[in-house]
């Protein structure tokens, strides 16, 4: 299997070049060369365990790495969850469900993948014997999950970009509490789209990144992406028969890479009826999908921190398949966007997409009507899945644990979330750094430190 840049100007790659590089050096986000087609599998891997499909999954895509390798660093990404089920489901009545996401090791979606992926890097450094250095950018939870996906792994220097005072204060312990002397949280002044973007430009400087090793954890990676499309198929397995084709999955949204997961396994044959992208008041993707126009406003902050965010990475890998595989049109259209800050679609398809945006006064609403209706306690992006209205039965995916929310919670419904992972870190010695949020400034500061 081979790998292509949405924006067509690099050759194809393999599976490891392309998680090694992160984003192609044309700029683009890789994506297969073509899709497969899953349905023959799907009777058996129905009865597989979390590690076992994913397993089956990525041997698909990772035709460059050897089998009983992939084996060893699939099934080592699943150890640390809390949960038998990996991804449980629980079901609140006939027609609603919750696919909880959060039972890793940071208590987030992002768990799934860079347990993995950080696996993945720590055996190609063993293969090549080259260190690495991983630059990401967070809103709150890449950042926590990808430093404990390499926490204690030979080789990798670890610097993610976040924006200070808008993540929630729990978030930002996972991240500078560890007391590793190889892991750099770096505080910037602005939001979460100013840090991805001098994190991109970084990205675009070939030079600079064979100097450091550079590699990515955010979902510009394809394997992040990959890893993420696993528990759609889990899930689609453990629903009851009657129930499976005929639901909506609501993806709470930000960077469209949880979503974007779903709709590629949905292409390559799941039989998933729908997808509802779920926004906060940062509602880039839903103005969109209801009008054909991609417009960037202002990041606003809002209680569920974690979707601060207007300019949607994958949106690119989403656009590559909607303009019917034209890279020079996905380009033209990416140009324009950077150029103007909006782009219009004319006959816009919405390609099976609904979507909603809820606001900080429904996220509190809901978190306290599905607490009083259900006695569950959903974190405020999760909340944002309950919006009014839906029709027919959902799932909605549960991205992170309540209790790094805890003021959030509280004030919904004046009562205390926590989490043993989380309590513990209360005591510990917070280190950060700050930096200017450009390319030249980040540059500079991983210079000195790998
Ligand atoms: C808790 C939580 N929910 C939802 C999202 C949105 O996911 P995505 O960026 O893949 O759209 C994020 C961040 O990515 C998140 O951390
Ligand atoms: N919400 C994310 C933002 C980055 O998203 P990613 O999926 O591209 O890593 C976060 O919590 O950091």
Redesign the pocket.
Known sequence: MQFISTRGQVPPVSFSTAVAQGLAPDGGLYLPEQLPDLKPYLAEWSKLSYAELCEVFFAIFATDIEADELKKIVTRSYTKFDHADIAPIVKLDDDRYVLELFHGPTL???DFALQLLGNLYESQIARTGNRISVLGAT????GAAAIHGLLGKEGVTTFILYPDGRISPLQERQMTCTGADNVFPLAIKGSFDDAQTAMKTVFEDREFAAEVGLSAVN?INLARILAQCVYYLSAYFRLPEDVRDDITFVV????????LAGWLVQRMGLPIKGFRVATNQNDILHRLFESGTYQLDEVAPSVAP??D?QVASNFERFLYYAEGQDSEKVREIIQTFKETGKYVFENFDRAGFSSSRTDDAQIAAIIKDVYAKYGYVADP?TACGFSDGFEGKEIILS??HPAKFPDTIQDAIGEDSTHPSLEELKSREIVKYSVEPTPEAIKAFMRARV
Do not use: L, R
């Open positions: 987030a979606f992002k809103s709150g939870d890449t979902s709470p949204t930000g960077n469209f890479g949880n979503v974690s979707m965010i992006h991205t992170a």
